[in-house]
């Protein structure tokens, strides 16, 4: 089975920094991968799919990339509203990564 | 507009059973390939199991901590997705979603999601 590992597990950050948020495949995935964002209490939220191409009515401060067995979460001027937990997936396996905190600095 | 409302989630003992509904509504149900995705209090996300479109022949899948003893199905005249879960443990207690696929490609990639319900598994 393949495992989806994040890291970091939690990051601090402040208003307007650039964040990376890192996701690795135990065997390449092409490019199966989606990030979602999930804030407490609510449903998680489908922020981006096939590592690169960004949900309609995503803000374009998110970005993602790679492929294979590497990927990354871009947010490139941090907003009030990101701080959340971020969720990445290999969809066409199902298994979600541990998530990742993005908390205040 | 999208909408999926989970209900029938609630307390049960372990062993028990409890019978997990989805109500969906803006956009043509039948279609869809149709998930549960649950998660445990302070965790992440497990998808649970899955069933395709009527295009697909509503073929069913499991993870494998549920296979056995938890059943999807669909009724696409109401609109409703199901899950019964049947000797629940509890590692079985969460939040469960259901969640709409983007397509009915059967890959499992979430593109909406209900509000959620609880299940909370008790001796």
């Known amino acids: 089975d393949i495992q989806m590992t994040q890291s970091p597990s939690t990051l601090s950050a402040s208003v307007g920094d650039r964040v990376t948020i890192t996701c690795r495949a135990s065997?390449?995935?092409?490019?199966?991968l989606a990030w979602y964002q999930q804030k407490p209490g609510k449903a998680p939220k489908l922020l981006i799919y096939?590592?690169?191409t960004l949900n309609s009515g995503v803000p374009s401060r998110f970005s993602g990339s790679g492929s294979g067995t590497e990927f990354t979460l871009t947010i490139s001027s941090l907003q009030p509203d990101d701080f959340a937990t971020y969720y990445c997936q290999h969809y066409d396996g199902y298994p979600f990564g541990g998530g990742t905190k993005v908390e205040v600095k | 507009e999208v909408q999926l409302l989970e209900s029938g989630g609630g307390l049960v003992q372990t062993g028990g059973s409890l019978r997990l509904s989805c109500a969906a509504s803006g956009f043509t149900f039948s279609f869809y390939v149709m998930s549960w995705v649950r998660q445990a209090p302070g965790k992440g996300l497990e998808w649970v199991s899955g069933?395709?479109?009527?295009?697909?022949?509503?073929?069913?899948h499991y993870a494998d901590s549920v296979k056995g003893r938890f059943t999807i199905s669909r009724d696409n005249s109401r609109d409703t997705l199901y899950l019964d879960m049947n000797s629940l443990r509890a590692e079985d207690t969460a939040v469960y979603y259901c969640?709409?696929?983007?397509?009915?490609?059967?890959?499992?990639?979430?593109?909406?999601w209900g509000q959620g319900t609880l299940v909370t598994v008790s001796s």
């Open positions: 096939k590592a690169s």
């Open positions: 969640a709409k696929d983007m397509d009915d490609a059967g890959d499992y990639l979430f593109h909406y």
């Open positions: 065997q390449s995935i092409s490019s199966y």
């Open positions: 069933i395709t479109g009527s295009g697909r022949g509503g073929t069913t």
